[in-house]
């Protein structure tokens, strides 16, 4: 059974910086893309940014791009997502989430963490 864990998240200052980690177990974590999503109250949840199972291409929003940072751990089975220059409509809940087919076939997610509140206060 996939199980994504996401730690990380907290209340944080305009223009600080958080570091968001998605533990995932129960399957060869290595072999499968990851992504970060997003969901404020009252809107539908939004792609953040994605990473290949390689780790060799990455995908950004382009509400984050040059401000977060996605990258993978495949020896700790984690991907972390680090956010600087924090805005306050950067406030969600983060989402880590996994597709069920392997080996960059799609980037459809059929697994998703419990999520972690992120504030940032102006």
Not at 24 to 37: D, E, K, Q, V
Not at 49 to 67: C, E, L, M, P, Q
Not at 102 to 116: E, M
């Amino acid at each position: 059974q996939v199980q994504l864990v996401e730690s990380g998240g907290g209340l944080v200052q305009a223009g600080g910086s958080l570091r968001l980690s998605c533990a995932a177990s129960g399957r060869t974590f290595s072999i499968y893309n990851m992504g970060w999503y997003r969901q404020t109250p009252g809107k539908e949840r939004e792609f953040v940014a994605a990473i290949s199972w390689s780790g060799d291409r990455t995908h950004y929003a382009d509400s984050v791009k040059g401000r977060f940072t996605i990258s993978r751990d495949n020896a700790k089975n984690t991907v972390y997502l680090q956010m600087n220059s924090l805005k306050p409509e950067d406030t969600a809940v983060y989402y880590c989430a996994a597709p069920r087919l392997p080996y960059g076939t799609t980037w459809v997610y059929d697994y998703w963490g419990q999520g972690t509140q992120v504030t940032v206060s102006s």
